[in-house]
Protein backbone atom coordinates (compact mmCIF):
# COMPACT_ATOMS: atom_id res chain seq x y z
CA UNK A 1 0.00 0.00 0.00
CA UNK A 2 1.38 3.48 -0.44
CA UNK A 3 1.95 6.03 1.77
CA UNK A 4 -0.86 8.62 2.10
CA UNK A 5 0.62 11.62 0.26
CA UNK A 6 0.08 13.99 3.46
CA UNK A 7 2.50 11.43 4.80
CA UNK A 8 5.19 10.66 1.52
CA UNK A 9 8.00 12.62 3.54
CA UNK A 10 8.48 9.81 6.06
CA UNK A 11 11.38 11.75 7.69
CA UNK A 12 8.66 14.28 9.01
CA UNK A 13 6.53 11.30 10.10
CA UNK A 14 7.38 9.19 13.77
CA UNK A 15 10.38 6.76 14.43
CA UNK A 16 8.48 4.90 17.10
CA UNK A 17 5.10 4.75 17.72
CA UNK A 18 3.45 3.67 21.00
CA UNK A 19 -0.39 2.60 21.67
CA UNK A 20 -2.43 2.00 24.56
CA UNK A 21 -4.72 -0.48 22.99
CA UNK A 22 -7.96 -0.08 24.76
CA UNK A 23 -11.30 -1.04 24.03
CA UNK A 24 -11.01 -4.93 23.56
CA UNK A 25 -13.65 -5.77 26.70
CA UNK A 26 -16.42 -3.44 25.50
CA UNK A 27 -16.09 -4.13 21.87
CA UNK A 28 -16.77 -7.68 22.62
CA UNK A 29 -19.91 -6.47 25.23
CA UNK A 30 -21.64 -4.31 22.71
CA UNK A 31 -21.45 -7.84 20.44
CA UNK A 32 -23.15 -9.80 23.23
CA UNK A 33 -20.15 -11.68 23.24
CA UNK A 34 -17.54 -12.44 26.12
CA UNK A 35 -14.36 -10.06 26.95
CA UNK A 36 -11.93 -12.60 25.89
CA UNK A 37 -13.68 -12.25 22.63
CA UNK A 38 -12.54 -8.85 22.29
CA UNK A 39 -8.85 -9.26 23.11
CA UNK A 40 -8.37 -11.99 20.75
CA UNK A 41 -10.37 -9.66 17.46
CA UNK A 42 -7.62 -7.02 19.32
CA UNK A 43 -4.73 -9.28 18.53
CA UNK A 44 -5.43 -9.54 15.06
CA UNK A 45 -5.60 -6.24 14.95
CA UNK A 46 -2.18 -5.65 15.75
CA UNK A 47 -0.41 -7.76 12.88
CA UNK A 48 -2.33 -5.28 10.63
CA UNK A 49 -0.52 -2.43 12.61
CA UNK A 50 2.27 -3.80 12.36
CA UNK A 51 2.64 -4.90 8.73
CA UNK A 52 1.80 -1.23 7.74
CA UNK A 53 4.98 0.64 9.84
CA UNK A 54 7.41 0.12 7.10
CA UNK A 55 5.32 1.66 4.78
CA UNK A 56 4.59 4.95 6.77
CA UNK A 57 8.14 5.10 7.67
CA UNK A 58 7.67 3.91 11.87
CA UNK A 59 10.64 1.86 12.39
CA UNK A 60 9.21 0.90 16.13
CA UNK A 61 6.32 0.10 17.74
CA UNK A 62 5.49 -0.33 21.28
CA UNK A 63 2.00 -1.58 22.63
CA UNK A 64 0.75 -2.00 25.36
CA UNK A 65 -0.45 -5.96 25.91
CA UNK A 66 -0.62 -6.27 29.95
CA UNK A 67 -0.29 -3.87 32.74
CA UNK A 68 0.50 -4.54 36.77
CA UNK A 69 -2.50 -3.46 37.15
CA UNK A 70 -4.58 -5.87 35.49
CA UNK A 71 -4.06 -8.78 37.70
CA UNK A 72 -7.13 -6.92 39.25
CA UNK A 73 -9.36 -8.17 36.84
CA UNK A 74 -11.52 -11.83 36.75
CA UNK A 75 -9.43 -14.77 37.32
CA UNK A 76 -10.91 -15.79 34.21
CA UNK A 77 -10.13 -13.14 31.87
CA UNK A 78 -6.16 -13.37 32.97
CA UNK A 79 -5.66 -16.56 32.33
CA UNK A 80 -7.57 -16.10 28.82
CA UNK A 81 -5.51 -13.39 28.12
CA UNK A 82 -2.37 -15.38 29.32
CA UNK A 83 -3.42 -18.14 27.29
CA UNK A 84 -4.31 -15.62 24.26
CA UNK A 85 -0.37 -14.50 24.63
CA UNK A 86 1.07 -18.03 24.19
CA UNK A 87 -0.94 -18.62 21.39
CA UNK A 88 0.20 -15.23 19.63
CA UNK A 89 3.88 -16.10 20.10
CA UNK A 90 2.99 -19.49 18.79
CA UNK A 91 1.14 -18.32 15.88
CA UNK A 92 2.41 -14.95 14.68
CA UNK A 93 6.12 -16.05 15.57
CA UNK A 94 7.21 -17.55 11.53
CA UNK A 95 4.63 -14.05 10.10
CA UNK A 96 6.94 -11.84 12.20
CA UNK A 97 10.13 -13.43 11.19
CA UNK A 98 9.34 -13.43 7.50
CA UNK A 99 8.13 -9.54 7.70
CA UNK A 100 11.85 -8.82 9.29
CA UNK A 101 10.20 -7.57 12.32
CA UNK A 102 12.44 -7.78 15.52
CA UNK A 103 10.40 -8.48 18.61
CA UNK A 104 11.02 -7.57 22.46
CA UNK A 105 9.14 -7.45 25.12
CA UNK A 106 9.14 -5.30 28.48
CA UNK A 107 7.79 -5.63 31.85
CA UNK A 108 8.32 -7.81 34.84
CA UNK A 109 8.36 -11.38 34.16
CA UNK A 110 8.94 -12.40 37.70
CA UNK A 111 4.89 -13.40 37.47
CA UNK A 112 4.48 -14.42 34.54
CA UNK A 113 4.26 -18.37 34.24
CA UNK A 114 7.37 -20.25 33.50
CA UNK A 115 5.66 -21.12 29.52
CA UNK A 116 4.81 -17.68 28.73
CA UNK A 117 8.72 -16.41 29.63
CA UNK A 118 9.74 -19.82 27.64
CA UNK A 119 8.08 -18.65 24.64
CA UNK A 120 8.86 -14.81 25.11
CA UNK A 121 12.33 -15.59 25.24
CA UNK A 122 12.73 -17.75 22.05
CA UNK A 123 10.71 -15.23 20.03
CA UNK A 124 13.29 -12.84 21.56
CA UNK A 125 15.99 -15.06 20.07
CA UNK A 126 14.65 -15.85 16.87
CA UNK A 127 13.78 -12.58 15.63
CA UNK A 128 17.33 -11.11 17.09
CA UNK A 129 18.50 -10.41 13.77
CA UNK A 130 15.62 -8.86 11.81
CA UNK A 131 15.74 -5.01 11.12
CA UNK A 132 12.79 -3.72 9.35
CA UNK A 133 10.59 -3.19 12.68
CA UNK A 134 10.68 -2.98 15.92
CA UNK A 135 8.09 -4.08 17.69
CA UNK A 136 8.04 -4.03 21.65
CA UNK A 137 5.73 -5.72 23.85
CA UNK A 138 4.93 -4.37 27.21
CA UNK A 139 3.58 -7.56 29.20
CA UNK A 140 3.04 -7.50 32.59
CA UNK A 141 4.12 -3.81 32.08
CA UNK A 142 3.26 -0.61 34.69
CA UNK A 143 5.66 2.90 34.13
CA UNK A 144 6.46 3.34 37.71
CA UNK A 145 7.15 -0.42 38.50
CA UNK A 146 9.74 0.06 35.46
CA UNK A 147 11.35 2.92 36.96
CA UNK A 148 11.57 1.73 40.65
CA UNK A 149 13.00 -1.58 39.40
CA UNK A 150 15.56 0.71 37.62
CA UNK A 151 16.70 2.50 40.59
CA UNK A 152 16.83 -0.43 42.51
CA UNK A 153 19.63 -1.85 39.57
CA UNK A 154 21.37 1.62 39.40
CA UNK A 155 21.18 1.95 43.22
CA UNK A 156 22.88 -1.56 43.40
CA UNK A 157 25.67 -0.08 40.73
CA UNK A 158 26.68 2.75 43.29
CA UNK A 159 26.35 0.46 46.10
CA UNK A 160 29.38 -1.68 44.40
CA UNK A 161 30.99 0.65 43.40
CA UNK A 162 30.24 0.90 39.78
CA UNK A 163 28.91 4.21 39.69
CA UNK A 164 29.59 7.28 41.37
CA UNK A 165 26.42 8.71 43.06
CA UNK A 166 27.41 12.24 41.63
CA UNK A 167 27.27 10.89 37.96
CA UNK A 168 23.26 9.40 38.27
CA UNK A 169 21.23 12.45 36.19
CA UNK A 170 18.56 12.02 33.99
CA UNK A 171 21.25 10.44 31.02
CA UNK A 172 22.12 7.72 33.74
CA UNK A 173 18.61 6.24 34.71
CA UNK A 174 17.52 5.28 31.08
CA UNK A 175 20.26 2.91 30.97
CA UNK A 176 18.37 0.93 33.49
CA UNK A 177 15.03 1.04 31.65
CA UNK A 178 13.98 -1.89 30.03
CA UNK A 179 13.64 0.39 27.07
CA UNK A 180 17.24 1.44 27.47
CA UNK A 181 17.75 -0.13 23.58
CA UNK A 182 15.06 1.82 22.39
CA UNK A 183 14.14 5.57 21.29
CA UNK A 184 11.93 7.37 23.05
CA UNK A 185 8.39 7.50 21.36
CA UNK A 186 7.77 10.26 19.51
CA UNK A 187 3.52 9.54 19.40
CA UNK A 188 1.46 7.64 21.66
CA UNK A 189 -1.74 6.93 20.49
CA UNK A 190 -4.92 5.82 22.41
CA UNK A 191 -8.26 4.13 21.34
CA UNK A 192 -11.01 4.09 22.78
CA UNK A 193 -12.25 7.42 24.41
CA UNK A 194 -10.34 7.33 27.39
CA UNK A 195 -7.69 10.85 27.88
CA UNK A 196 -5.19 8.96 30.01
CA UNK A 197 -1.89 7.65 29.98
CA UNK A 198 -2.38 4.75 32.60
CA UNK A 199 1.07 4.10 33.96
CA UNK A 200 2.96 3.55 30.54
CA UNK A 201 6.08 4.47 29.40
CA UNK A 202 6.00 7.66 32.19
CA UNK A 203 9.75 8.44 31.85
CA UNK A 204 9.98 8.22 27.99
CA UNK A 205 6.97 10.06 26.87
CA UNK A 206 8.23 13.20 28.52
CA UNK A 207 7.99 15.21 25.16
CA UNK A 208 5.52 12.10 23.01
CA UNK A 209 3.02 14.20 21.06
CA UNK A 210 -0.13 11.84 22.07
CA UNK A 211 -3.57 11.33 19.92
CA UNK A 212 -6.69 9.81 22.20
CA UNK A 213 -9.55 8.42 19.44
CA UNK A 214 -12.89 7.01 19.94
CA UNK A 215 -12.05 4.09 18.08
CA UNK A 216 -12.11 1.02 20.00
CA UNK A 217 -9.19 -1.25 19.31
CA UNK A 218 -10.49 -4.25 17.25
CA UNK A 219 -11.88 -1.42 14.99
CA UNK A 220 -9.14 0.53 14.55
CA UNK A 221 -7.84 0.25 11.47
CA UNK A 222 -4.51 0.84 9.00
CA UNK A 223 -6.03 3.59 7.48
CA UNK A 224 -7.21 5.84 10.79
CA UNK A 225 -3.35 4.87 11.81
CA UNK A 226 -2.48 6.38 8.70
CA UNK A 227 -4.56 9.78 9.73
CA UNK A 228 -2.93 10.05 12.84
CA UNK A 229 0.72 9.80 11.55
CA UNK A 230 -0.29 12.51 8.54
CA UNK A 231 -1.61 15.01 11.48
CA UNK A 232 1.74 13.83 13.51
CA UNK A 233 3.57 15.35 11.13
CA UNK A 234 1.99 18.63 10.62
CA UNK A 235 2.88 19.37 14.12
CA UNK A 236 5.82 21.59 15.26
CA UNK A 237 7.71 19.88 17.89
CA UNK A 238 10.05 22.18 19.92
CA UNK A 239 10.83 20.32 23.10
CA UNK A 240 10.97 23.35 25.03
CA UNK A 241 12.22 25.68 22.81
CA UNK A 242 11.26 28.30 20.80
CA UNK A 243 9.77 29.06 17.25
CA UNK A 244 12.19 31.20 15.09
CA UNK A 245 9.80 33.86 13.32
CA UNK A 246 10.63 34.53 9.63
CA UNK A 247 11.52 37.99 10.12
CA UNK A 248 14.22 35.86 12.12
CA UNK A 249 13.09 36.53 16.01
CA UNK A 250 11.87 34.77 18.41
CA UNK A 251 8.70 33.73 19.42
CA UNK A 252 7.90 31.70 22.61
CA UNK A 253 5.28 29.08 22.05
Not at 68 to 96: D, H, P
Not at 101 to 129: H, P, S, W
Amino acid sequence: MPVPPAQSAATRGPRHVAIIMDGNGRWATMRGRPRIFGHHAGARRVREIVEACPDYGVDYLTVFAFSTENWKRTQAEVAGLMSLFRGYIRREARALLANDVRVRFIGDRVRLDAKLVGLMDELEALTQQCQTTHLTVALNYGGRDEVARATRRLAEDVARGHLRPEDVNEETLPRYLDTCVLPDPDLVIRTSGEARISNFLLWQSAYAEYEFVDTLWPDFTRAEFGRLLASYARRDRRFGGVKVAAAGGAVAR
